[in-house]
């Protein structure tokens, strides 16, 4: 008879292969809403009221991942007064030139308006009411652009604010603890 020898194979712990993930890619830029709003000089509060919607909205709206209708492209472009290609991201390009002059302009004229504003010595006055009158006579649009705000942007009687949309229960201040 011939004997069998039973070999016994030492246990060998394995590391698990690594499972290559799928390459996530970054997600598409669609436009730059919110770049062109800026270099405009237009505050997010003054968008939203161009365009009849709530600030929370169009802060939403302005990422420039968010895949806008064409119909809200038009509504922008007649927020931001720039023309809708100018609102599509473009990978090769910035801002076009055009659009760079203007929102330089619209500064320029938002800091004469708020020199002049608080303008006190006669002299200065004229100097400054002087480089308005030539900045509308070189852009005349430049003619309904206001100062800078001193703090945030003063509401009209007919807005309120936060305070208002948020009410608190009467008894809030009896038991606070039980709105958590």
Not at 146 to 172: F, K, T, Y
Request: glycine content about 2%; some cysteine; overall charge neutral.
């Amino acid at each position: 008879m011939s004997s069998i020898v039973k070999w016994k194979l030492p246990k060998v712990q394995l590391a698990p292969m690594p499972v290559a993930e799928p390459a996530t890619k970054p997600p598409r830029v669609l436009h730059r809403i919110r770049e062109v709003r800026r270099q405009q000089g237009i505050s997010l509060r003054s968008a939203a009221k161009r365009l009849k919607m709530d600030v929370h909205e169009v802060r939403t709206m302005e990422r420039e991942t968010s895949d806008l209708p064409l119909s809200m492209l038009y509504r922008w472009e007649e927020a931001l007064e720039v023309p809708a290609s100018l609102l599509l991201a473009d990978d090769e390009e910035g801002l076009s030139a055009p659009v760079l002059k203007r929102a330089r302009m619209i500064r320029l004229m938002k800091t004469a308006a708020a020199m002049l504003e608080s303008s006190q010595d006669e002299a200065m006055t004229r100097l400054v009411s002087t480089l308005v009158d030539q900045l509308i006579e070189i852009m005349p649009e430049l003619e309904s652009v206001n100062a800078w705000h001193a703090v945030g942007q003063r509401r009209s009687l007919e807005e309120c604010g936060r305070i208002a949309e948020r009410q608190m229960p009467d008894d809030w201040f009896v038991n606070p603890s039980i709105y958590g």
